[in-house]
């Protein structure tokens, strides 16, 4: 059977847009070998954490893929110099290696994620004709065009044009992603909302990964105070290097909102059972996406027509004013300004099918 490759090697939001694509391969292929080069950091979207069970076989804490091929390409960058990173570096490429797979799938289309591929001596490498860094088609057998608007689309008609050879006629459906069950993680989940005391709560993701998709902190205290008057706390979401933002959203809330700091997988577990998500375009929104989560999304500078939550019980607000960009400007890009704190709370409660008076 079919030995296939993934290259995504982050980030969060990322990764979650080519989920629903392996998903399918996996469906459709149940007795393919699948293995998915990653960031150490990101392969608790992939599986639990914990011993890993036995690679052939696949279960609700790794439901996906047979083989995780972890890479430090930030640490090997930083490392260059030193003879270890070198054992490292070759240690990785022969575990990938030795799997012998026949197809790598390159969703990244960057020039590392190209030639990690290449370690793999597959002999059929695809990715996109026109990738995010143009030298990366150099390193592609195959090349396709982009189909569909939003990127989840694309990277579902790139995995069905790869893999069409071992399809043998049938359809690769666009199917939800299945994202790992950790039973510790969500024994930390429950334990964490008991402890809180909290029946029903909001997950509310401040941090925009750069400036001009960042809503004010102050805007998304003000929504945690118009949720509690529904009886409906509010958890800040707050990574690395976000404590300060979140503090500002809690000072603003009254206390109706409270800091949240987790892992991946416990993020996933807690997402799992949040009312409602409200945030912008960032990997924790994709997130409540994949898992069916209600969302607000908060949209500036990045087109929700390519990025939005890909979920058809989503409300995305953007202003007329705000103009799509790549450029990462440090200030909150000007039409995402202009939306409201009402606006959103209004968005959230029709969400949650409550009457708007």
Known sequence: MAKILIARLGALGDILHALPAVTAIRAALPDATLGWLIEERWTELLTARGPKPDPDSLSLQKPVVNFIHTVDTKGWRQRAMRPATLGEMYGARRRVAKIHYDLVIDFQGAVKSAVLARWSGARTIA???????????????????????????????????????????????????????????????????????????????????????????????????ALARHNLRSLVNAAPGEEELARKVIEASDGQASELRCSIGELIALTRRARIFIGGDTGPLH?????????????????????????????TLRHPQSQTTFSHNREADSGLLQITADEVTYAARHLLGEAHD
């Open 287 to 315: 997130l409540a996406a994949a898992l069916d989560i209600p969302v607000v999304a908060i949209y500036g500078p990045t087109d929700p027509a390519r990025t939005g939550p890909f979920s058809p019980r989503a409300i």
């Open 127 to 225: 990715g996109f004709g026109q990738p995010r860094e143009s030298a990366a088609r150099f390193f592609y057998s195959d090349k396709y065009p982009r189909v569909g608007e939003h990127v989840i689309e694309q990277n579902h008609a790139l995995a069905a044009l790869a893999v069409k050879n071992y399809l043998e006629g049938r359809e690769l459906k666009l199917i939800a992603p299945a994202l790992p069950c950790d039973p510790v993680a969500d024994e930390w989940a429950a334990e964490e909302i008991a402890h809180r005391g909290i029946a029903a709560f909001a997950l509310l993701n401040p941090g925009a990964g750069w400036g001009g998709k960042q809503w004010p902190p102050e805007s998304y205290g003000a929504v945690a105070k």
